[in-house]
């Protein structure tokens, strides 16, 4: 059991076209329809009812913080495993800027990629008492030698995220988000769920009148880089979508700050409004490079 993929889930806890969808009998939970927030009562009452081996949580595309005592308490009363999949969130985790599952969960994955700032690949985390059968699946069950280079990158990256540089550069990450929300508020964009406690946050498009799709291509040209999004019940498909999904990682490694986060939502806003215009997305290219200017995206690594 998982939340259900158009409202913020992964493709692979339970996707249809995914392995977990074809080998495994999924359940899908959601979102509170009014508030956009894990519908917690609704997701207890659903495990009560099908009773899923497994619960899934932690997610791809939400905003917000995920209540883990929550879910290994309804794991517990169906007598359930509960995985966490951090993959997103996983240097706010490790720089404390969220709280972690690992307390609550049996088993733990993430991808050190994103939030973490590692190399591209993952981690499973488990109770001791899943360790063997966890490490006989990946192999020989899945995977073939390992890649020692990213291992070696992983335990650099791991490194890095227990400096208290890294505590800071998690907490600026969730800080600029917060301010990015809210500027992007201002500019006239619905926020889906109110807001942001995390690295990222969804934006309805809807009052612009233009769809993810046509927006992602638009601010692309102009410089910006993001990428189109579902959002909760969204009438578009996957392939056009009414939404964005932006994160502020990247930007907070270069050391851009709230000043910036304000800069860069109106300059979103400027192209949302015009995205048709081939002279205002000129223009606000050249203010997102004299932006980028004073910044270098991968700065001296810490640590
Ligand atoms: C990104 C992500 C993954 C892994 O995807 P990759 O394609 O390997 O980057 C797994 N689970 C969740 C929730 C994710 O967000």
Same mark, same amino acid.
């Given at each position: 059991m998982g939340l259900r993929l158009d409202h913020?889930?992964?493709?692979?806890?339970?996707?249809?076209? @995914?392995f977990s969808g074809k080998l495994y009998d999924f359940v899908p939970y959601q979102l509170h329809p009014e508030t956009e927030l894990l519908d917690y009562d609704g997701i207890a009452e659903l495990a009560r009812e099908t009773r899923p081996k497994m619960i899934l949580c932690g997610y791809t595309a939400y905003p917000r913080t995920i209540d883990f005592e929550f879910f290994r308490q309804v794991a517990d009363e169906i007598g359930a495993f509960l995985m966490a999949d951090i993959a997103h969130i996983a240097g706010l985790v490790a720089g404390g800027a969220h709280p972690s599952p690992v307390p609550y969960a049996d088993v733990v994955t993430f991808t050190n990629h994103k939030t973490l700032r590692g190399p591209r690949g993952a981690t499973i985390l488990c109770r001791s008492e899943y360790a063997q059968a966890i490490d006989k699946a990946v192999f020989p069950?899945?995977?073939?030698?390992?890649l020692m280079h990213v291992i070696a990158a992983k335990a650099v990256s791991f490194a890095e995220a227990a400096t208290p540089e890294f505590k800071q550069y998690a907490s600026d990450i969730v800080s600029n988000a917060k301010v990015l929300c809210q500027a992007l508020a201002e500019e006239g964009l619905r926020i889906v769920s109110g807001?942001?406690? @995390?690295h990222l946050m969804l934006v309805d498009l809807r009052p612009f009148g233009v769809t993810g799709a046509v927006a992602q291509d638009a601010l692309d040209a102009a410089g910006i880089t993001l990428n189109k999004n579902t959002i909760?019940?969204?009438?578009?498909s996957p392939f056009v979508t009414s939404g964005l999904r932006l994160g502020t990682a990247s930007v907070t490694t270069a050391g851009m700050g709230p000043d910036e986060m304000r800069t860069a939502a109106h300059l979103i806003g400027r192209v949302l409004g015009d995205v048709d215009n081939a002279d205002t997305i000129a223009a606000v290219r050249d203010d997102v490079e004299a932006l980028c200017?004073?910044?270098?995206?991968?700065p001296t690594p810490v640590g």
């Open positions: 913020g889930g992964h493709l692979t806890h339970g996707s249809p076209v @995914n069950g899945l995977q073939g030698g390992p807001g942001t406690d @995390n909760p019940d969204d009438p578009e200017e004073g910044f270098v995206p991968y």
